[in-house]
C-alpha cells in the first residue's frame, strides 16, 4: 500500500546562473591551432605574425591593448602551460627571462582540458607598463597566472610571469 504525503511536494524550480565575467566589447579573440613544422593545422603556412602575432601592439594613439587582446595573450599563455600549444608561438612577444620562465613551469595545467581564463585584472603602475592578473581553471584545479607586459617601440613584450 502506498503512503501519499500528507500536503502537496512543492515543484522544482531552475534558477538562472548569474554572469560570471562580462561579454567583450572587441571581437573574440581568434586562435589558429599550429602543428610542428611551422604551418597551422589547417595546412596554411605560418607566419611570425600569425596567432594572435598582433595581439599586442600598441594602438594607433599609443594607447593600451584592448582587454580582448590582453585575454587573448593571456589564454595563449595558459594553453602553453597546458602543452596545448607549442611555446615558440610566443617567443617573439617575451622577454627571455619570461620565456625560461614560461618553459621552466612546464605542464602545470591539466593537458587533458582545455584551460579556461577569466578576465583579465589590469594594473597600470607606470607609464608603459601593465601588469596583468588572470584566473585560469584547467580540469578540476584553479590558477593564478601573473604577467608583467612593457612597451618596448610599438609593441607590448612580458617581460615577468608567474603561475601558482
Known amino acids: 500500500m502506498?503512503?501519499?504525503?500528507?500536503?502537496?511536494?512543492?515543484k522544482p524550480t531552475v534558477a538562472r546562473a548569474r554572469q560570471v565575467d562580462p561579454p567583450f566589447e572587441d571581437p573574440p579573440y581568434q586562435w589558429t591551432p599550429y602543428a610542428e613544422g611551422g604551418e597551422d593545422?589547417?595546412?596554411?603556412?605560418?607566419?611570425?605574425?600569425?596567432?594572435g602575432g598582433e595581439a599586442l601592439e600598441c594602438q594607433p594613439?599609443?594607447?593600451?591593448?584592448?582587454?580582448?587582446?590582453?585575454h587573448g595573450f593571456g589564454l595563449a599563455v595558459a594553453e602553453v602551460l597546458a602543452q596545448r600549444r607549442p611555446p615558440r608561438t610566443l617567443a617573439n612577444r617575451m622577454t627571455e627571462r619570461a620565456y625560461a620562465e614560461m618553459?621552466?613551469?612546464?605542464?602545470?595545467?591539466?593537458?587533458?582540458?582545455?584551460p579556461a581564463t577569466g578576465t583579465p585584472r589590469v594594473q597600470h603602475p607606470r607609464q608603459g607598463v601593465i601588469?596583468?592578473?588572470?584566473?585560469?581553471?584547467?580540469?578540476?584545479?584553479a590558477h593564478a597566472l601573473a604577467m608583467r607586459l612593457e612597451r618596448?617601440?610599438?609593441?607590448?613584450?612580458?617581460?615577468?610571469?608567474?603561475?601558482h
Request: aromatic residues 2%; hydrophobic residues 30%.
Open 2 to 10: 502506498s503512503r501519499r504525503p500528507s500536503r502537496p511536494l512543492p
Open 41 to 51: 593545422l589547417t595546412g596554411a603556412p605560418s607566419s611570425p605574425r600569425r596567432n
Open 61 to 70: 594613439d599609443g594607447g593600451l591593448p584592448s582587454m580582448c587582446r590582453l
Open 103 to 114: 618553459l621552466r613551469l612546464g605542464a602545470i595545467l591539466d593537458p587533458h582540458q582545455a
Open 131 to 141: 601588469e596583468i592578473c588572470l584566473t585560469i581553471v584547467s580540469g578540476d584545479r
Open 152 to 163: 618596448e617601440g610599438t609593441r607590448w613584450v612580458c617581460v615577468t610571469l608567474e603561475c
